[in-house]
Nanobody, 115 residues
């Protein structure tokens, strides 16, 4: 079992920046993929960014060029640096991990982009 704990959400103005963090409960686990999804009110959960242990990254089209995902393999921590935020980035952001054919999710952290 892997538990994920997120932090860093909040309210930010359009054009601003925010950094999300997610730490896995087990540092001895070789988690294959870590990343972030988001879900806006009335919308479906969508990929924001993911990163493999190798460092290979994948981004959703809506955030390419604005968001950056990084991770520390030694302690299974992943970060999401968000810049040039837009009101349409408003959503609950969920940390995600994939290990041994299982998906794990954090509890979610709210990001609100508003004047």
């Amino acid at each position: 079992q892997v538990q994920l704990v997120e932090s860093g959400g909040g309210l930010v103005q359009p054009g601003g920046s925010l950094r999300l963090s997610c730490a896995a409960s087990r540092s001895d686990s070789s988690i294959t993929i870590m990343g972030w999804f988001r879900q806006a009110p009335g919308g479906q959960r969508e990929l924001v960014a993911s990163i493999f242990r190798s460092g290979l990254t994948n981004y959703g089209d809506a955030v390419k060029g604005r968001f950056t995902v990084t991770r520390n393999n030694a302690n299974n921590t992943v970060w999401l640096q968000m810049t040039a935020l837009k009101p349409e980035d408003t959503a609950v952001y969920y940390c995600h991990a994939y290990e041994l054919a299982r998906d794990y999710w954090g509890q979610g952290t709210q990001v609100t982009v508003s004047p």
